[in-house]
């Protein structure tokens, strides 16, 4: 029973450590507490990954805002993640949610609801372009990043692509809203279907005539009304950025996709 006492005084106590063991304790010896060190490491210095780590959870949380690149000291942590395991691993947890949402529903079968998607690290993933160019170390380039689009060879991301063929099996139809110009309508729909999003309800493209130095909120926004006033219904939203996912209109739930590559307003 005391063994237990201990162990659990030592879970609670998990902000700090406990020195020591149970069976001097037993015995009579006395155990001392010491708080967490502020620092990592042996010698307490910062350790790179760590902080990098910090950054990408406040990035993904949306506590680190309208952050133009990546810390550089953070190449090789963030690409090391999206090319690695957890990247998938996350991606693979955000849309399994969206599975398990999407079975607890009673869908309607007059055609009229639907599941927005995000394009750009969501359902294609721009990573050879992005492994180029420093995994967002280096600030944004739109004429180079076109040129990227243009060649129409953006990959899917396997696990969205699986959410995506789960939808279209029960019923659910897709509409993809993009912040891609109206321009790069044919390359785009073009490198969807190569990507195996053969079958989709709507494209919508970013017209510049009439939100030209709009946010992507707004943006977004308003494309989503739109839907809703022509007699959709909006039963999920899903993109990698948080402006894919704020604002108006944004759906019956919303599911957020890692991106430590770059930030949106």
Known sequence: MMKDHI???????FLATCHGDVANHEHGSDFNIFPLRMKTGSGGQYIPEVSCASWRLGVEAHNVINWKTVPLECEEYVGNYVLGDQYRADSKTVNREGF???KTLNLNRDGKDVWVFDIDETALSNLPYYAKHGFGIEPANVTSFNE?????????????LKLYNKLLA??????????????????TEKNLKLAGYHTFEKLILKDKSIYQGKTAVTYKSAERKKLEEE????????GDQWSDILGTNTGARTFKLPDPLYYLA
């Open 7 to 13: 162990l659990l005084f030592c879970f609670v106590t």
């Open 100 to 102: 398990f949402y999407l």
């Open 148 to 160: 990227w689009v243009s060649l129409g060879e953006a990959p899917a991301l396997p696990e969205t």
């Open 170 to 187: 029960r019923g659910v139809k897709i509409v993809f809203l993009t912040g891609r110009l109206l321009r790069q309508r044919d390359i």
């Open 231 to 238: 007699g959709y219904r909006i039963i999920g939203n899903i």
